[in-house]
């Protein structure tokens, strides 16, 4: 199955048994749809809990915004709540991650303005 969303929070990598490693990290799939006879766009949020066993290092680059295109199987982890109300979230076992577009960085650097050139630092009027 081929999923396409945003990650809503900075990925994390966890140890388990026999030294392996997960990244787990959760997406929101946004869609919209017109019902019928209406005028409003209707906008519905679908949260995915993915998890990736293949690389720990791709974690560092798996944060907050970040769109991402992803592989594998989905699945459905249900249960009893405090409530005793039946729970359900979705989730992913991914076996491939594409990036297709960076998270914007939160406090970006300012960029320094260009010197200003003198005329003095024009390097056409050296005496030879």
């Known amino acids: 199955?081929?999923?396409t969303g945003r990650i809503?929070?900075?990925?994390?990598?966890?140890?388990?048994?026999?030294?392996?490693?997960v990244v787990n990290f959760s997406i929101a799939v946004n869609?919209?749809?017109?019902?019928?006879?209406?005028?409003?766009?209707?906008?519905?949020?679908?949260?995915?809990?993915?998890?990736?066993?293949?690389s720990a290092g791709l974690a560092q680059w798996l944060k907050k915004g970040?769109?991402?295109q992803l592989f594998g199987r989905i699945g459905l982890n249900v249960y009893i709540g405090n409530d005793a109300q039946a729970h359900g979230s979705l989730?992913?076992?991914?076996?491939?991650?594409k990036i297709l577009v960076f998270a914007q960085?939160?406090?970006?650097?300012?960029v320094p303005a260009p010197k200003q050139q003198k005329e003095s630092d024009n390097p056409d009027d050296l005496p030879f």
Not at 8 to 21: G, H, I, L, M
Request: with cysteine; glycine share 2%.
């Open 1 to 3: 199955m081929e999923i």
């Open 8 to 21: 809503v929070k900075d990925a994390s990598v966890f140890k388990v048994k026999q030294n392996r490693e």
């Open 105 to 110: 960085a939160e406090n970006p650097k300012a």
């Open 91 to 97: 989730t992913f076992h991914t076996s491939d991650i």
């Open 31 to 54: 869609d919209s749809y017109k019902p019928k006879g209406s005028t409003e766009t209707k906008k519905i949020v679908t949260y995915i809990d993915c998890s990736y066993w293949l």
């Open 66 to 68: 970040t769109l991402v």
